[in-house]
């Protein structure tokens, strides 16, 4: 995937913490979620007219807080916005882009009703959702592999992240991810 110049430094960080040990999700974090958030945020931001670079910022380091350490899993949507402000600071971003990137990653959790405030936030939250519709078989193995769920409690926390998914996506990603979804719940059913 091609990352604009500006921000492939970030993404290296990012990269990297996702093949560390310590992260609890494995590598394919990387190459089966955030890379897919990327891609579908920076689509929506067409769409939508949205900041591309805000989205493409926000996309890399939405899970970052969580992919860093466990212990922040639960709230990543609270750590999220601290973390991506460290490390943008230490990559000298400006005020302004970090602030924007901030909101996405707050208000981005499908569990969490928030509401999202910019074109920028709308496309991180959807594209998040749309990456988890696509990516079913990386939930497959969050819940068989990492939360050892039985065959009948996996199927139903699956179909239930895909109910909240799709009920975060704005009606632009509906459209494009209607067959997809109906699609995995028919699998899953």
């Known amino acids: ?28 974090i ?10 579908y ?14 989205v493409e910022i926000a996309a890399l ?18 750590h999220g916005p601290y973390e991506a402000e460290k490390l943008l ?7 302004a882009t970090i602030l924007a990137v901030k909101e996405c990653i707050a208000s981005h959790r499908g569990s969490i009703r928030a509401e999202q405030r ?6 991180l939250a959807s594209a998040d959702a749309m990456a988890h519709i696509a990516q079913v078989s ?5 819940a068989y592999v990492q939360h050892h769920m039985t065959i009948d409690e996996g199927s139903k926390w699956v179909q239930e992240k895909l109910r909240r998914s799709w009920n975060k996506l704005c009606p632009e990603a509906r459209e494009l991810m ?12």
């Open 1 to 28: 995937m091609a990352f604009s110049p500006r921000n492939a430094p970030l993404a290296s960080v990012v990269e990297e913490a996702c093949q560390a040990e310590s992260n609890i999700f494995g590598y394919g």
């Open 30 to 39: 990387w190459t089966h979620h955030i890379l897919s958030v990327v891609a």
């Open 41 to 54: 945020g920076k689509q929506l931001a067409d769409i939508l007219g949205a900041d591309a670079n805000i």
């Open 61 to 78: 380091l939405h899970d970052y807080a969580s992919i860093k350490d466990q212990a922040m899993y639960e709230d990543h949507h609270l």
């Open 89 to 95: 600071q230490e990559q000298n971003y400006p005020r």
């Open 118 to 123: 910019t074109n920028e936030a709308t496309c």
């Open 138 to 142: 990386s939930l497959l193995y969050l």
């Open 178 to 189: 209607q067959e997809q979804y109906q699609a995995a719940l028919k699998i899953l059913r």
